[in-house]
């Protein structure tokens, strides 16, 4: 099974970037779709961005136009860039692989393996 560790996240004030990653450990990275998660105090788990196993890609409405999924499946790293944030992306972002082929997953009911997660916060 894959494990997974997110880096990246900090204090941002309001415009501005931030790129997480996630690297996975483990010899079965490529038989994985990945995506990002994130969770605010209060609200539900929520999908951010995914890729399938085969390179479709998926965006919430909120995070489109905006976020960048991305994967280097060589150095075993998934990438969210992250561009004009906004107070309402603080949460927890979380790295996520599921066994699902094809999908590229948003729904947290998909998600196999979950990383523990960082902190993005937003001012304004």
């Known amino acids: 099974q894959v494990q997974l560790v997110e880096s990246g996240g900090g204090s941002v004030q309001a415009g501005g970037s931030l790129r997480l990653s996630c690297s996975a450990s483990?010899?079965?990275?490529?038989?994985?779709?990945m995506g990002w998660f994130r969770q605010a105090p209060g609200k539900e788990r929520e999908g951010v961005a995914g890729?399938?196993?085969?390179?479709?890609?998926s965006y919430a409405d909120s995070a489109k136009g905006r976020f960048t999924i991305s994967q280097d499946s060589a150095k075993k790293t998934l990438y969210l860039q992250m561009d004009s944030l906004k107070p309402e992306d603080t949460a927890m972002y979380y790295c996520?692989?599921?066994?699902?082929?094809?999908?590229?997953?948003?729904?947290?009911?998909?998600?196999?393996?979950w990383g523990k997660g960082v902190l993005v916060t937003v001012s304004s």
């Open positions: 996520a692989a599921t066994l699902a082929l094809y999908i590229a997953p948003l729904d947290p009911s998909y998600i196999d393996v």
């Open positions: 483990g010899d079965s990275y490529i038989s994985y779709s």
């Open positions: 890729i399938a196993n085969d390179g479709r890609i």
